[in-house]
């Protein structure tokens, strides 16, 4: 009887529960000019996702490629196939394999992610508090302060994606924000000289 | 010669400590789970290393199915004070009234026994002028042609003021007599994508346009976590190790 009623719950609940990421987007309206949020565009970092679709018209989340540029893009010698955007491999999500936009995100955000890797030893070692509780909310509290630094050099990274990327690539990049400590990146629409741009470097690297 | 005399074995085995595990492990089983909800697409999120959690009040999911059919979760608060069945009714009474703003010809009226049958599903997902017929099935045809109907009808709309139903429904919820999801949805913890890992941006994207254009732009992706994923990620992803390189 017993077990009955164990095995009855066993395989009708669940102890799982979902985990979420926030993410704000920008508003669908006509804003002004003026009134845009302006990057600087050392700080600027786009990220294209592009994906497989397969047969049955869902997209592979194994398979998938990255195109980064930095600034704007610069296009004006774009007939000839050159432009500032590269290609690299997804990389993430394939078990264990080296996600390749981590190093990129990385060397960018570098001053922040020094200063959080400093604190982290200091967290490792107790050094806040003894209380571990207090000694994880000071961490915490110092390591968004860190993030949200406006002296130190931050990127702000552009997310953007294909219609056949999959939502498993665009959250495996979210991940990488949140993983590389960077504080300012927003999700945006591709536009037609990205994907012109994209045409260009994809059969650029064919030739080689 | 003497003879060797054997033990008779006593058969019988003691029962009491394995029914007192037993007894045990149902305790812990009934206070630490919950049921499993009736959802009409079976949805793989995908792993991520944040740990925040969905919460399980005022929420209202969106799930997107691989093929883009999208259906609606609403939840109500934890305690008796809005109730997911009064937030539900709440919300198919507002719905009819935002239809008939742009269908003032549409004749929409649901009765008291229809609005308890639609408090009580957990998903749901046909368009409005499908929802009469689709309330009246017996439960089993009803899981069977949502799961084969096609989802609230959505479509790539930018304009706040013909809105389509999948807008509709998003503002019959922001305007429901229930002020938790309202303020839930103000500030960004009321409205999780609950997508497949294999759904094309395509997809989300239109679902995420359309959220757009109602100001509803702060919202959580929701995916679960799943055991056996948390592990491989944790192996696969040494933070510490790869700050490495640059130190």
């Known amino acids: 009887m017993n077990m009955l009623l164990i095995t009855f719950f066993m395989l009708c609940t669940t102890m799982i529960k979902s985990q979420t990421l926030q993410i704000a987007l920008p508003t669908n309206e006509k804003v002004e000019k003026e009134q845009q949020n302006k990057v600087k565009q050392s700080e600027a970092v786009t990220i294209i996702i592009d994906g497989k679709l397969t047969d049955n018209g869902l997209s592979d989340p194994n398979e998938g490629m990255l195109f980064y540029y930095d600034g704007m893009p610069e296009t004006s010698n774009l007939a000839n196939g050159e432009s500032n955007m590269k290609q690299i491999e997804f990389g993430a999500n394939t078990g264990g394999a080296y996600p390749a936009i981590r190093e990129i995100l990385q060397e960018r955000n570098k001053e922040v992610v020094l200063k959080i890797a400093d604190l982290k030893k200091e967290w490792k070692d107790m050094k806040f508090s003894k209380n571990e509780e207090i000694n994880d909310s000071i961490y915490q509290a110092k390591a968004k302060a860190i993030r949200n630094d406006s002296t130190l050099k931050r990127p702000v990274v552009i997310i953007k994606a294909t219609p056949n990327a999959s939502y498993a690539h665009v959250v495996s990049v979210l991940d990488e924000m949140q993983i590389n400590n960077i504080s300012r990146y927003q999700i945006d629409r591709i536009n037609e000289v990205d994907s012109a741009m994209m045409i260009m470097v994809q059969a650029k690297n064919l030739k080689k | ?247």
């Open chain 2, 1 to 247: 010669m003497g003879k060797v005399k054997i033990k008779k074995k006593e058969t019988r085995i003691d029962m009491t400590a394995m029914s007192d595990v037993t007894v045990l492990l149902l305790t812990f089983f009934m206070l630490t789970s919950t049921f499993l909800q009736k959802e009409p697409v079976t949805v793989i999120t995908p792993p991520s290393v944040s740990e925040e959690k969905v919460p399980d009040a005022n929420l209202l999911s969106i799930l997107v199915s691989p093929e883009g059919k999208v259906f609606l979760e609403v939840t109500g608060s934890k305690d008796s004070t809005m109730k997911s069945e009064t937030v539900r009714a709440d919300l198919l009474k507002n719905m009819v009234a935002e239809y008939k703003k742009t269908h003032p010809s549409a004749n929409l009226a649901f009765t008291n026994k229809e609005l308890e049958t639609f408090s009580k599903l957990n998903a749901f997902g046909v368009p409005i002028t499908k929802m009469k017929e689709w309330l009246n099935l017996e439960t089993d045809v009803r899981d069977k042609a949502l799961e084969e109907g096609p989802g609230i009808p959505i479509n790539m709309n930018e304009d706040p003021n013909n809105p389509n139903e999948f807008q509709m429904w998003i503002r019959a919820a922001y305007n429901s007599m229930n002020p938790e999801l309202q303020e839930a949805m103000v500030k960004g913890r009321g409205i999780a994508i609950k997508a497949d890992q294999t759904t094309p941006y395509s997809v989300v994207n239109v679902v995420m346009d359309n959220l757009q254009t109602m100001k509803m732009n702060k919202f959580r992706r929701n995916k679960i976590w799943q055991l056996k994923v948390k592990v491989v990620r944790k192996s696969s992803i040494p933070v510490s190790t790869s700050l490495l390189w640059l130190t």
